[in-house]
């Protein structure tokens, strides 16, 4: 079942004006994986405890399937919810622990046994039914808190930071787990996440949030190669900025010269923001004494390999800071090292108009 | 330097404790064994002993109600007058349990203010058994909310949210989640709550008007046999309650031991 918002608004302190959650609206589609993006107090975790019912909305509706959630009561609204600390109910052996929901719809013991085999071969955990959450590492609890939310086959599963408590290599493995994990029961999924990494790999669609409102809704690859706003495009892959103005019809960065934004007027400011992957430097043509000195190029300050890759660290003619990322063979047939002047091409470098009313 | 500090220490605690559960004990014993449990077995203390524990058995289990729910209503929820009842809760370890014992006089005494009230429905609550109930449980009933609340707010509201989340009701959700996480907290305090129960004095006294045979406790038995020079029935009164008392830091005790994260 699709899960829809409309206008959702909440504030948390009466006397402070800005809301925790300011008119967010958009869709998750059926049967999808989306992700609610966003730095940490953007209210990505706010929305989804409106939509499991955890809080109320000052104003606006949660819709689910076709049927208005907005005043059901949690324990009635039949979501899954998965907690950042996992909140599994320590008191009790895992089987026990997925077994709850099952036993509070009162199904025959029987039932309940035979659908937790079912639940915890998913997860792969059938041979630790009987530990305690103190007694699994943090991935196997992340797994039990999994199967306790899909016991109930609820017809939204929303998932807060999932992954968040896990160290490095985990959730790497947890990201494809849960591919897999959604191709095989495919419910309606909301993920809240602060790692971009985790949101364009595993979802199906994104809603980039910030500050309680929302920025962006699109595809993953809509989200990387379009950003519609100056904090998702800042927000999307490291990228450095860098100022310039609209002269003659094109944004001029420093020696660059790239394509305005639409609409953009003569003269007005300009910020463009530089992935580290999309810039190319190339050595300069062999200089003729009579060049003169070559204003125009790059000054190559920092060469930091980290394993495969080299971070570059640039000072462009204007002063300005530029990061990029090649890997080690790139640099290696350039020949380059510190001091050595370069020629830069940006590539896809996203321009906005810079705003002053912000 | 450690070693000073540890003689202090050992010292003080022979000197203010030790010692004088000896002199109880040996006092109580010092005529024998026979003459300890004639005293024990007098009508007046066989009373006291009757009256203490119907007492306890009345104003614990209000207490437990009340700390239980006056802690759940604070941990989970924000409400106009929170900060108040939190004060409120204290307010009996601040008060002079003698002053506790007047405040009831004052209220339920035949000039009080609900004196003629209660007086006109044919019922006695000051020098009488409701009076001395009251006044207790005054006494003691910040004890399980002290015990139960910062355990509670300490261990959050996800796991009660996780299983809103999966459908369970209210009473679900207290006993099956709620309760088997603040059980050895609950433990303690009722515990706790009891020996001082049963020890109480100074509120007590106040309401009791030290009827014989009819409004005295332990340990105001104690002090009625204190006064009239009868060593031994003092005593060995107050060897059952000093029992108690050990008996009541025994399970604390083994509790804590239990409770998880307990080294």
């Given at each position: ?119 915890l071969?998913l997860v792969q955990l059938?041979?630790l ?7 699994l590492?943090?991935g196997q609890r992340q797994r039990v808190a999994f199967a ?26 947890l990201?494809?787990w849960?591919?897999?994990l ?177 | ?263």
């Open positions: 079942m699709s899960v829809r918002v409309e206008q959702l608004t909440k504030h948390f302190d009466r006397n402070s004006r800005k809301p925790a959650v300011d008119d967010v609206s958009f869709t998750a589609p059926p049967g999808c994986i989306t992700a609610l993006l966003g730095p940490s107090g953007s209210g990505k975790t706010t929305v989804l405890r409106l939509i499991a019912g955890l809080e109320r909305p000052d104003r606006g509706r949660v819709v689910i399937g076709d049927r208005d959630f907005t005043d059901v009561p949690v324990r009635k609204r039949g979501v899954g919810f998965v907690f950042q600390g996992y909140a599994l109910f320590q008191h009790m052996t895992v089987r026990k622990n997925v077994a709850f929901g099952l036993e509070v719809k009162r199904l025959a013991r029987g039932a309940v046994a035979e659908k937790v085999r079912d639940l071969a059938e041979e039914a009987d530990r305690y959450p103190h007694q590492s943090g306790r939310a899909l016991a109930t086959d609820p017809a939204v599963l929303l998932l807060d930071e999932p992954f968040g408590a896990l160290d490095a290599r985990v959730r790497v493995e990201r494809g849960l591919r897999q959604h191709q095989r029961t495919p419910v309606t999924t909301l993920l809240v996440t602060h790692d971009q990494e985790e949101a364009l790999e595993v979802s199906e669609r994104v809603v980039v949030m910030h500050e309680g409102r929302v920025e962006q809704v699109g595809t993953p690859h809509e989200i990387y190669d379009e950003p519609a706003t100056p904090f998702v495009a800042s927000f999307i892959g490291q990228p450095s900025l860098l100022r310039g103005r609209i002269e003659a019809g094109r944004a001029s960065i420093g020696a660059h010269s790239l394509a305005a934004p639409s609409g953009a007027i003569e003269g007005s400011a300009v910020q463009a923001y530089v992935r580290p992957a999309d810039v190319r430097i190339a050595k300069p043509p062999a200089a003729s004494p009579e060049d003169g000195p070559q204003v125009s190029l790059s000054i190559v300050e920092g060469l930091n390999r980290v394993g495969g890759n080299v971070k570059v660290e640039l000072r462009l003619p204007s002063g300005e800071r530029l990061g990029l990322q090649m890997t080690r063979a790139e640099i290696d047939a350039l020949g380059i090292g510190i001091g050595d002047r370069v020629l830069v091409d940006l590539g896809e470098a996203k321009v906005f108009v810079e705003d002053y009313s912000i | 330097m450690r070693w000073l500090l540890v003689g202090v220490a050992f010292t003080f605690v022979a000197l203010l404790v030790v010692a004088p559960l000896a002199a109880v004990f040996a006092q109580a014993f010092g005529h024998g064994l026979a003459a300890y449990w004639r005293a024990v077995q007098s009508a007046d203390t066989l009373g006291a002993i009757e009256l203490t524990l119907l007492i306890a058995v009345i104003a614990v289990p209000l207490n437990l109600a009340f700390g239980l729910a006056a802690s759940w209503l604070i941990a989970k929820y924000d409400f106009p007058g929170r900060s108040v009842l939190l004060s409120l809760i204290d307010l009996p370890f601040s008060v002079s349990p003698v002053i506790a014992g007047l405040l009831f006089v004052l209220l339920f005494g035949s000039q009080g203010l609900l004196g003629g009230f209660v007086a006109r429905h044919g019922l006695h609550v000051i020098f009488a058994l409701p009076g001395m109930v009251l006044a207790t449980t005054f006494v003691t009933f910040p004890l399980v909310a002290r015990e139960v609340l910062p355990l509670m707010q300490s261990l959050g509201s996800e796991e009660e949210e996780a299983a809103l989340t999966l459908g369970a009701s209210g009473p679900r959700l207290f006993f099956r989640v709620t309760l088997p996480k603040i059980r050895w907290g609950l433990v303690n305090g009722v515990i706790l709550c009891n020996a001082r129960a049963m020890g109480e004095f100074g509120a007590v006294t106040v309401v009791s008007g030290l009827i014989r045979g009819k409004t005295i406790t332990m340990p105001l038995q104690i002090e009625i046999l204190y006064n009239d020079y009868d060593f031994v029935g003092a005593f060995a009164v107050a060897t059952l309650l000093t029992l108690l008392a050990l008996v009541t830091l025994a399970v604390k005790r083994i509790v804590e031991g239990r409770q998880p994260g307990a080294s």
